[in-house]
């Protein structure tokens, strides 16, 4: 299948907005929060987006495929049940399950760098718009049975994903 999906993601620099307050809004109209980056992110390096939710929790409840907005053709996400050190990607988005420290609207960052001795995840509307973690301690985080992450979602394997994303904070 192909489609004519902007995959040159080495030159695009996605911006994070550390700016928390309210009525900052990004170009598409709505408050600079976690699934605002996600949207960005997807749109800006694939040309894809989907339809409008509540939160990062209904996200991964709800979201299980992306439009391609030149064709309106549907973009189908894998999700990852159990991650580990091999099939952990660059592009993989992160979930979090709700809970009082995130408001009860779940949490969701985008992992920009992995290799077998560090992950980096990017988040938007944290305190650290740019977390660097062990690999290995990280996914057994992930993994553990009262973990605070409710899984990772991804695009196809026939979709080519990037080496790396490049950040800006603002």
């Known amino acids: 299948m192909s489609t004519n999906m902007n995959i040159n993601a080495n030159s695009n620099i996605l911006i994070i907005n550390k700016d928390r307050r309210k009525n900052m809004k990004s170009n598409y109209g709505v408050p ?37 907005t030149a064709n309106h053709q549907v973009i189908l996400l894998q999700t990852i049940s159990s991650p580990n050190i091999q099939n ?4 993989d988005i992160l979930f979090w399950k709700r809970n009082e420290r995130n408001w009860n609207y779940g949490h969701v960052a985008i992992i920009i760098y992995v290799d077998k001795k560090k ?8 305190t650290n718009s740019m977390e660097i973690h062990n690999t290995e301690r990280f996914i057994q985080r992930m993994n553990r049975k009262n973990s605070q992450f409710i899984g990772l979602k991804r695009l196809p394997i026939w979709i080519p994903k990037p080496e790396a994303i490049f950040v800006k904070i603002m």
């Open 32 to 68: 600079y929060e976690c699934v605002e980056l996600i949207r960005r992110f997807f749109n800006q390096y694939y040309g894809l987006t989907f339809p409008s939710i509540r939160d990062a929790y209904e996200m991964f409840k709800k979201i299980n495929s992306l439009i391609y």
């Open 88 to 91: 952990i990607q660059v592009g």
């Open 119 to 126: 992950i980096v995840l990017a988040q938007q509307n944290e």
